[in-house]
């Protein structure tokens, strides 16, 4: 399976990877570059064209879309609004009234239109929130230590989550009318020889793919957990991936280039682009947009 450059981004932590249908552009972050990227396919191709880099003051761990051009940011501080006409950032939830003493990190829509986000640290302290179109925020799990992928299944009945810290990707049942979880069980734990279970996505299937931080691979699973296929990685730490392009058969991953030696940079001088690989047989799911009142 050919895995190609799409970006050479040169990210030092390139992360939370996501399709807008409605724009037909790929959005991702680089959270130490303190910037979010906006990639546009050339039209009538699916060969790169036009990249956007929006610097901002402080790390981003995840983005999220509006039905308007305006995004969701989850920084350093809090949650924010990105005004896409004015460039400008407006505060929804800080971080500092909240007490949270830790970043965000990864985060993700679900298909009510709530952005589920959670923060990150080396102890087992931190939270998965959940921002509602109305602006309220709720705490929804607690005892987190590295929050990052997250998905829900087809139905909506059942929500996975990584904690990678913690080595163990979660999965939960869902109500998709209420916005809960319950019922937490160990999907999948990541053996540390084959790396850790880093962002995620689901397919229209139903199966999870992982980018597995340190273990140069992505890897699709069922929803038994039984691995079906793995993708090997020209990076040792692919971060993220999701699902993309004009009938979202292609799998876009984001990689990181952090904390690599000399000698491990040299053997992987790809680490931090953006790629992709074309699916034979295999479609994503739209990625939902929030419609905000706030």
């Known amino acids: ?31 130490e570059g303190q910037a979010f990227f906006r990639l546009k396919l050339k039209r009538d191709s699916d060969s790169a064209g036009e990249v956007e880099r929006f610097p901002l003051e402080q790390r981003i761990g995840a983005l999220a ?8 940011l989850a920084l350093d501080g809090g949650l924010a609004r990105w005004d896409a006409a004015r460039g400008a950032v407006r505060w929804l939830m800080e971080n500092m009234a909240y007490k949270l003493p830790n970043r965000f990190n990864d985060g993700k829509m679900d298909r009510r239109g709530r952005f589920w986000v959670g923060t990150m640290s080396q102890q087992p302290e931190n939270s998965l929130y959940r921002l509602d179109p109305d602006g309220s925020v709720h705490e929804m799990e607690t005892g987190i230590m590295i929050s990052n992928g997250i998905g829900w299944s087809p139905d909506n009945r059942t929500m996975y989550y990584s904690d990678s810290g913690a080595g163990v990707v979660y999965a939960y049942d869902f109500d998709l009318d209420a916005g809960t979880i319950s019922n937490r069980r160990e999907f999948l734990r990541s053996d540390g020889d084959a790396g850790v279970a880093d962002g995620l996505t689901v397919d229209a299937e139903g199966f999870i793919w992982s980018a597995f931080w340190d273990g140069w691979r992505v890897a699709r699973f069922s929803p038994e957990g039984e691995q079906v296929l793995e993708i090997p990685m020209p990076v040792q730490r692919p971060t993220s991936c999701a699902f993309g392009g004009g009938s979202l058969g292609e799998l876009y991953i984001t990689s990181a280039s952090i904390d690599l030696s000399d000698d491990e940079r040299a053997r992987q ?4 682009d953006l790629f992709r690989v074309r699916l034979q047989g295999v479609r994503g799911l739209p990625e939902p947009e929030m419609s905000p009142l706030f």
């Open 1 to 31: 399976m050919h895995v190609e450059t799409v970006v050479a981004a040169q990210n030092i932590l390139g992360e939370g990877p996501l399709w807008s249908v409605r724009q037909q552009a790929f959005y991702w972050v680089d959270i």
């Open 65 to 72: 879309l509006t039905d308007s051009d305006d995004l969701l």
């Open 269 to 272: 001088p790809r680490a931090g």
